[in-house]
């Protein structure tokens, strides 16, 4: 008589598909975590989750800075653009001031284009720009602009002899070059010996 379903060996009473794999009995594979493992596990995460917040928050605070010191460069770099267009109209008031065509003007209206020179010189001192004298400076490139080079024996060469157009400073920095005539030592005409 055969013996009943139930008392088959176990492989046996596999039913499904056989080429299905069969779940491991052994404990060791399958073993739950232990409740260590897990802590250290998140305790670990916890370690990688504030680095990466504490990099986001240190982009985010190198950001604002990066955006407000390029807002302020802006700002400062239209302010110098605006005053330097002040400083070119004081330029050409003081060039019609010294017009010998001014000679036979009326002497009211000429002091008051001064007195509206001087106070446009006014308004950009008050904003921190200051105008510096280059004559009998020695040339340097960083303040000066040559446009003209004169050979002169009274003078060393390089040395700033005239100021065509004054420069600027804002806090010590130069925001326009003066334009200068520089001198150059004179050329020394060679001998002529005929013998």
């Known amino acids: 008589?055969?013996?009943?379903?139930?008392?088959?060996?176990?492989?046996d009473q596999h039913e499904g598909d056989p080429t299905e794999p069969?779940?491991?009995?052994?404990?060791?594979?399958?073993?739950?975590?232990?409740?260590?493992?897990?802590?250290?596990?998140?305790?670990?995460?916890?370690?990688?989750f504030k680095r990466l917040a504490q990099r986001?928050?240190?982009?985010?605070?190198?950001?604002?800075r990066r955006v407000e010191s390029e807002q302020e460069s802006s700002r400062l770099r239209n302010q110098q653009r605006i005053v330097l267009r002040f400083a070119d109209v004081i330029d050409q008031l003081e060039t019609?001031?010294?017009?010998?065509?001014?000679?036979n003007a009326d002497s009211g209206w000429l002091?008051?284009?001064?007195?509206?020179?001087?106070?446009?010189?006014?308004?950009?001192?008050?904003?921190?720009?200051a105008r510096f004298s280059s004559v009998g400076e020695e040339f340097d490139p960083r303040r000066h602009e040559a446009v003209i080079s004169s050979p002169s024996a009274d003078h060393e060469p390089n040395t700033v002899i005239a100021e065509?157009?004054?420069?600027?400073?804002?806090h010590d920095e130069v925001v326009r070059p003066a334009q200068v005539e520089i001198a150059i030592a004179p050329t020394v005409e060679p001998d002529d010996e005929s013998g």
């Open 56 to 64: 986001a928050q240190a982009d985010l605070v190198n950001y604002r």
């Open 164 to 170: 065509h157009r004054p420069g600027y400073t804002q």
């Open 22 to 48: 069969r779940q491991a009995t052994d404990s060791g594979d399958d073993a739950e975590p232990s409740p260590d493992s897990e802590l250290a596990e998140a305790l670990r995460e916890k370690e990688q």
């Open 1 to 11: 008589m055969p013996e009943p379903d139930s008392q088959r060996p176990e492989e």
């Open 111 to 129: 002091e008051g284009i001064m007195v509206i020179q001087k106070n446009f010189v006014n308004a950009i001192a008050a904003e921190g720009f």
């Open 96 to 103: 019609a001031l010294k017009s010998d065509a001014l000679e």
